[in-house]
């Protein structure tokens, strides 16, 4: 199975750390991973903006830079979310471009979902797996006690995911997982509506956190990079002490295949 990493416009800008996580838990679970250079944005912030013309020309591109592979994995909920759910409206029904998106939308996953829906990993069983690739960490001997929170982006309802990072992390052993309250709650990032409604998403990202302060997690893990940039940086300027990371480098520090920054 050839298998392409979506890396996303945010990763690669803000969050490449998550990317690299994604690559060593794939290849910790025997995947071999290729990254095709040309890919560029997935078109959600024209989307957004409401310039489907424009969106239609990237979902066009990306569709024919994914065609050679046969499944298509990224740490982002809300960019998997675009191709699965928005990329065939934009074109006209029986098209070629429509077959085309349909396709990549067939086989594009987030990390999690791909390793519990597509690779059938029981989340318990990851650790006993081989890495492919030689760690410069040490696998932990037992499961951290490190309190943690899973945050859900709102686009994971539209793949029927949202809801499923946290047991899939409790159940790999990735730490003290405690329940987030309202977790189904928007953070307030929201895309472009973070900048056109900066008020009303500062108020619900100060929500957020203190729904992660009321458990005494001292790390929240979000399934989208733009939910993680905007509550990070929230925290940063309320500073509040959290440490904002991937459910990939959740999974990859769990089973010592990176090391947790000091």
Avoid: W
Avoid at 25 to 37: D, K, N, R, S
Avoid at 119 to 130: E, Q, S
Avoid at 216 to 227: I, K
């Amino acid at each position: 199975m050839r298998v392409a990493l979506f890396t996303t416009c945010l990763a690669e800008a803000l969050a490449p750390r998550a990317l690299k996580a994604t690559v060593l838990v794939l290849e910790h679970c025997g995947v071999a991973v290729e990254m095709p250079t040309a890919q560029t944005c997935c078109g959600q912030p024209m989307l957004s903006n409401g310039l489907p013309a424009d969106a239609a020309r990237l979902a066009r591109r990306m569709s024919e830079i994914f065609a050679p592979y046969d499944a298509v994995v990224t740490p982002s909920g809300s960019c998997c979310s675009v191709v699965r759910e928005k990329y065939a409206g934009l074109f006209a029904e029986g098209s070629r471009d429509r077959a085309a998106v349909e396709a990549l939308a067939a086989k594009t996953f987030e990390l999690v979902e791909f390793l519990e829906t597509k690779l059938g990993i029981d989340p318990a069983t990851l650790r006993a797996k081989t890495c492919s690739r030689a760690s410069t960490a040490t696998p932990p001997a037992t499961t951290t006690t490190a309190p943690l929170n899973c945050h859900d982006a709102c686009h994971l309802r539209g793949i029927h995911r949202h809801g499923c990072t946290a047991p899939f992390l409790k159940a790999a052993g990735c730490g003290d997982v405690r329940d987030l309250p309202d977790m189904a709650q928007c953070c307030g990032f929201g895309g472009m509506f973070s900048t056109q409604f900066p008020e009303v998403s500062t108020a619900l990202g100060e929500e957020k956190l203190a729904h992660v302060a009321s458990t005494g997690a001292s790390t929240l893990v979000a399934s989208d990079t733009g939910c993680a940039a905007h509550l990070a940086g929230l925290a940063h300027r309320k500073n509040v002490a959290l440490r904002v990371i991937s459910p990939a480098e959740a999974l990859a520090e769990s089973l010592g295949l990176m090391e947790i920054p000091a």
